[in-house]
T-cell receptor, first 114, second 116 residues
Framework: DAGVTQSPTHLIKTRGQHVTLRCSPI?????VSWYQQVLGQGPQFIFQ???????GRGNFPDRFSARQFPNYSSELNVNALLLGDSALYLC?????????????FGPGTRLTVL | AQSVAQPEDQVNVAEGNPLTVKCTYS??????LFWYVQYPNRGLQFLLK??????LVKGSYGFEAEFNKSQTSFHLKKPSALVSDSALYFC??????????????FGQGTELSVKP
């Protein structure tokens, strides 16, 4: 079975631009979470979606938004990019949003903002 | 607030020797604890988790972790290290409060280096 997939793999943008990152969860998984991993740090939670509704939001500015589609795939959008948004963006899927569920991560999208 | 700490930035081990990667946690209520491994330029791979029950949890690739409630620790262990185990290891705790959506809170990571 395919794992979590993310696209694109790498992305280079300039300050002020907008970016859209995509994620497809493991088949049968209904929850998708997004994390930001800055070099040298652990991942930081951005959003969780379950059944197409936002179920949790981390401490990120309103420039960050996301949505989940009827097929449970998800998009993360970042507006007005800043240099500090350069990071690895990770998507994770789980069966539900139950606390004991394991989150399985995709390979990530490496975003570089110049 | 829920948190985890990994006190060692780097652990060096000789191949064939046992390895331990340390993690301590601070939670309100019962802890749900996870270990993940990250290879260079890759996402995180799930190794194991502790939810309840036996304090010794067995996971993928020969790894295991020992949950110790009195010491609030969840150390990752392997009896015999391989060079291919060299990677970045993350401990995480699940934030179970509703308005956080069950997010994972990660430690800062421990770089494991296994030398031949």
């Amino acid at each position: 079975d395919a794992g979590v997939t993310q696209s694109p793999t790498h992305l280079i943008k300039t300050r002020g631009q907008h970016v859209t990152l995509r994620c497809s969860p493991i088949s049968g998984h209904k929850s998708v979470s997004w994390y930001q991993q800055v070099l040298g740090q652990g991942p930081q939670f951005i959003f969780q979606y379950y059944e197409k509704e936002e179920r949790g939001r981390g401490n990120f500015p309103d420039r960050f938004s996301a949505r989940q589609f009827p097929n449970y795939s998800s998009e993360l959008n970042v507006n007005a990019l800043l240099l500090g948004d350069s990071a690895l963006y990770l998507c994770a899927s789980s069966l539900t949003r139950t606390s004991t569920d394991t989150q399985y991560f995709g390979p990530g999208t490496r975003l570089t903002v110049l | 607030a829920q948190s985890v700490a990994q006190p060692e930035d780097q652990v060096n081990v000789a191949e064939g020797n046992p390895l331990t990667v340390k993690c301590t946690y601070s939670v309100s209520g019962n802890p749900y604890l996870f270990w993940y491994v990250q290879y260079p330029n890759r996402g995180l791979q799930f190794l194991l988790k502790y939810i309840t029950g036996d304090n010794l949890v067995k996971g993928s690739y020969g790894f295991e972790a020992e949950f110790n409630k009195s010491q609030t620790s969840f150390h990752l262990k392997k009896p015999s290290a391989l060079v291919s185990d060299s990677a970045l290891y993350f401990c995480a705790v699940r934030d179970i409060y509703y308005n956080q959506g069950g997010k994972l809170i990660f430690g800062q990571g421990t770089e494991l280096s296994v030398k031949p």
